[in-house]
């Protein structure tokens, strides 16, 4: 068995890698969702132009209050105030200069004259701008005011509408990610073997694919709108600021680090908190999903009070998930307010100092060439302003991406397992007739502990019906659906014509097989379109032929009420059970396979359904490889052989004439009309 342990062991290694994986690197499984987007280009260079004309729009209102202090509001117009300006500058300029001729400090004097040089740099730069000034601006302050307002509107106009298109190419980049990222998803999950749906539940699989591709959607919308509009439009904010005084921006901006470390501790917390909370949600799908599936026992056993303290405990749980991330979240606007207020409040008071007392130097630092204007600490007190608003945004989207990078983890754990049915590079091709199945020594197993076949060595001819029977947990339909390669043996193999079945395409190899379960699988929609599901390309005349073959073309026109059109609920669940089977054996008739696989396939049905059914079998199975799972005597009268199993083993192996001779197992089976055989 050791070959049949370690292929448990490697089931179980793929799954815990792919977790690890997903939590290896900080929001990288996020960011590999976005990733998929960038295939858009033209929409990406949208996204991040609008985002960077926004940026600008919005520090250049920002910019327009030092005309209305430094010019509207001292009842001057643009002209006016530039005359004066260069007139105040030349008597500046002649006093820096007496200074440096009287002065003997080297260092003052290099200061001094690094003054000079700024005055004469501002004059030169309002000399040139003085008659654009004089021809374009208006004479009057009023008229300069409306010119300042009308800008005003006219640019916030301008960034709305950039606003808009960016928000619009925003959520098509998302959508159009999520659409992809759903589509690998799904790509996936139908790549999973048989068994995998039993290891990850259905429920578990669907929270993946509805809440959190969800949480990732919104993610990644808030990225994009917010996550890259904002921070440019604090960019812009501050490198207008750094324009006024980079050294006093510089000494306001101490505390960023200790925000950034608190920032990052939150991160982390978000994260690991969310992850939880959505395996919580998952649980309580599944608590639903069963609740709702086995609601025929909940009522018939008086169990709704039992079924309500289940979930009320898994919705509990999920509220303590919950409360503990709305602590984390709680923290971190707050976080970037106090950051925020702490900047512009550090701006106003040094600004305020330095103006207020014409300093150029603060605590010993120097912060500016010349002393600052009170339009121009204004104006610096406004960009930081400018600047806190959207680290305030930032705030709520950290949040959000946190929740989506958790989400993105569980996407992409199931996205980063490795296929446990993988193809090979090179497969062989089918044969055309299959002439003979064997499995050769085949084990099986689900756990270390679990061992459902074992050492099993089966030969069936061409045009043979096998009945597999055995006592319940006995491994028969495992070694059945091992044929499709649903499950692949641990050790052995399956031949079919010398050729094993691990080397050739799953595809081809499943175009040759046909399996009727005991649970006819059935999907809401037409009669037509479920008859069609394994042969897409089939004619209606094809249809109609099988379904008579079938005996269900009669009760097809006769008692549904569109006939072949009538669309049958889920699951077919406005159909009898017998109807239903007798739609899966057309199903079955219509890709006209080699091998067909009947698991329990009259186990549900009555005794005139199961008549039909047999009738139509014995047609059907002429000249066919069948493999027949059943618990009826009546049934085995179809079987040319009947394999006996037990614990995973075949041990006997004959016909019912023989078998009944030889066999106590199948004797004990017989006995009461196989009625303990499943």
């Known amino acids: 068995m050791d070959e049949s342990l370690k292929c448990v062991k490697n089931q179980q290694i793929q799954t815990v890698l792919g977790t690890l994986t997903c939590k290896g690197t900080f929001m990288r499984n996020f960011f ?32 327009t209050i030092y005309p209305l202090v430094e010019v509207v509001f001292q009842g001057k117009s643009g002209p006016q105030y530039l005359t004066e300006s260069i007139t105040e500058l030349d008597g500046q300029i002649q006093a820096k200069q007496a200074l440096i001729q009287t002065e003997s400090d080297p260092a003052s004097t290099s200061f001094l004259e690094a003054q000079l040089v700024g005055l004469e740099e501002e004059r030169a730069f309002k000399q040139d701008l003085l ?117 006093l921006l510089i000494f306001c901006l101490i505390i960023v680090p200790i925000a950034g470390v608190l920032m990052g501790y939150l991160s982390k917390a978000l994260r690991r908190s969310n992850r939880k909370a959505m395996q919580e949600m998952a649980k309580m799908y599944g608590l639903i999903g069963e609740t709702f599936k086995g609601i025929v026992a909940v009522k018939a056993f008086n169990m709704e009070a039992y079924e309500r303290k289940r979930f009320h405990h898994s919705a509990k749980n999920y509220y303590l998930k919950a409360m503990k991330i709305a602590k984390y979240n709680s923290m971190t606007r707050p976080t970037t307010e106090i950051m925020g207020m702490t900047i512009v409040g550090l701006g106003m008071l040094s600004g305020g100092y330095l103006v207020l007392n014409q300093e150029t130097h603060l605590l010993g630092i120097q912060m500016c060439v010349n002393p600052m204007s009170f339009g121009d600490m204004m104006t610096f007190f406004a960009f930081l302003v400018g600047a806190s608003d959207p680290l305030r945004r930032i705030a709520d989207v950290f949040n959000v991406v946190q929740r989506s990078s958790a989400a993105a983890d569980r996407i992409y754990e199931m996205l980063d397992r490795e296929p446990d049915l993988p193809e090979i590079d090179n497969p062989l091709p089918v044969t055309q007739n299959v002439q003979r199945i064997e499995f050769k020594g085949v084990d099986y197993q689900y756990t270390d502990e679990c061992i459902v076949i074992d050492d099993v060595s089966l030969v069936i001819p061409q045009g ?81 032929a099988a379904a008579k073959k079938a005996k269900a073309h009669q009760f097809i026109e006769n008692k549904l009420e569109d006939g072949y059109q009538t669309v049958i609920g889920e699951g077919g669940g406005k159909l009898s059970g017998g109807q239903r089977q007798r739609l899966a054996l ?29 009738s139509v079998l014995k047609d059907f199975l002429s000249n066919r490889t069948a493999i027949m799972i059943t618990h009826r005597i009546s049934s085995l009268q179809l079987a ?34 196989l009625k303990d055989i499943a």
């Open 464 to 544: 043979q019906t096998v009945a597999l029977v055995g006592p319940n947990g006995c491994g028969k339909s495992t070694l059945a659906r091992m044929l499709p390669r649903f499950f692949d043996p641990c050790r052995g193999g399956i031949f079919i014509n010398d050729v094993n079945i691990a080397e050739v395409r799953k595809r081809d190899l499943r175009k040759k097989i046909a399996i009727v379960t005991q649970n006819a699988i059935m999907f809401d929609d037409t009669v037509l379109n479920n008859l069609k599901y394994g042969k897409r390309d089939a004619s209606l005349d094809e249809v109609i």
């Open 131 to 247: 008659p654009i000034a004089q021809q374009w601006l208006p004479a009057t302050p009023f008229a300069t005011l409306i010119l300042v307002v009308c800008l005003m509107i006219g640019v916030t106009v301008l960034k709305d509408l950039l606003l808009m298109a960016n928000i619009i190419l925003s959520h098509r980049f998302t959508q159009l990610s999520v659409f992809n990222l759903r589509k690998d998803f799904y790509r996936r999950t139908l790549k999973m073997s048989v068994g995998s749906f039993n290891t990850d539940r259905t429920t578990e699989l669907m929270s993946r694919f509805t809440n959190d591709t969800e949480v990732v959607t919104h993610g990644i919308m808030q990225l994009l709108a917010k996550a890259i509009r904002e921070p440019l439009k604090m960019a812009t904010c501050l490198i207008a600021a750094a324009f006024i005084s980079w050294r």
């Open 32 to 63: 590999r969702a976005v990733k998929i987007g960038l295939q858009y280009r033209l929409t990406c260079l949208g996204v991040i132009a609008c985002s960077l004309f926004v940026a600008f729009f919005w520090s250049a209102n920002i910019g």
């Open 640 to 673: 040319d052989r009947i394999i006996v199993m037990n614990q995973g083993k075949v041990v006997d192996d004959g016909t019912h004439e023989e078998l009944i001779q030889r066999s106590t197992i199948y004797q004990s089976m017989a006995a009461p009309g």
């Open 586 to 614: 057309a199903r079955a008739i219509l890709t006209d396979p080699e091998i067909i696989i009947l698991d329990e396939a009259t186990s549900q049905v009555d005794l005139e359904s199961e008549q039909v059914i047999h």
